[in-house]
């Protein structure tokens, strides 16, 4: 069976340019969450969603912004990018939101 | 406080001996933790995750848990030089479903 998939795996953009991350589960789970996370440290959650609607939110600003479509899959959105948004997103899906949770190989995003 | 703390490390084993890596957190409403393993450039990947009170083994690596000392611990026996990574421990937040992570303490095995 597949496992979590990401696109892309690697992007570069520019400050103030937006960026859109894609994530689609492992069949059959139906939660998506997202991280973010910097160089030495640990990652750090961004949103989670269940059956399509937001079950979490982290302490990210509003520049951030996800959704989850009937298919299950998932994007996350950030508009205004700074420096300091460089940094490895990670999306994890489990069956449910309070279940185990598989990470996908991430998307690194460096920001110019 | 850090919700999470784990030393950063890194710690360092011989080959074949018992690495021993600690974590403590602050939410007492956390029911489930889970430890995974992080690669150099990599994705985390599941070890493995413990809900009860005590040990729980799989292969070479137990996890124990006191929640009443809000401790997590991960031992890995007979370590293997394939073993050196970051170790991140993860309580899992049942309110929002969000894993909160510790910055993950790295392991390194020497042969």
């Known amino acids: 069976d597949a496992g979590v998939t990401q696109s892309p795996t690697h992007l570069i953009k520019t400050r103030g340019q937006h960026v859109t991350l894609r994530c689609s589960p492992i069949?059959?789970?139906?939660?998506v969450s997202w991280y973010q996370q910097v160089l030495g440290q640990g990652p750090q959650f961004i949103f989670q969603?269940?059956?399509?609607?937001?079950?979490g939110r982290g302490n990210f600003p509003d520049r951030f912004s996800a959704r989850q479509f009937p298919n299950y899959s998932s994007e996350l959105n950030v508009n205004a990018l700074l420096l300091g948004d460089s940094a490895l997103y990670l999306c994890?899906?489990?069956?449910?939101?309070?279940?185990?949770?598989?990470f996908g190989p991430g998307t690194r995003l460096l920001v110019l | 406080q850090k919700e999470v703390e784990q030393n950063s490390g890194p710690l360092s084993v011989p080959e074949g001996a018992i690495a021993s890596l600690n974590c403590t957190y602050s939410?007492?409403?956390?029911?489930?933790f889970f430890w995974y393993r992080q690669y150099s450039g990599k994705s985390p990947e599941l070890i493995m995750f413990?809900?009860?009170?005590g040990d729980k083994e799989d292969g070479r690596f137990t996890a124990q848990l006191n929640k009443a000392s809000q401790y997590v611990s991960l031992l890995i026996r007979d370590s293997q030089p394939s073993d050196s990574a970051t170790y991140l421990c993860?309580?899992?937040?049942?309110?929002?479903?969000?894993?909160?992570f510790g910055q993950g303490t790295t392991l390194q095995v020497k042969p």
């Open positions: 069949s059959g789970h139906k939660s």
């Open positions: 413990i809900y009860s009170n």
């Open positions: 994890a899906s489990s069956l449910a939101g309070e279940g185990t949770q598989y």
């Open positions: 939410d007492r409403g956390s029911q489930s």
């Open positions: 969603y269940y059956e399509k609607e937001e079950r």
């Open positions: 993860a309580p899992h937040s049942g309110n929002t479903g969000k894993l909160i």
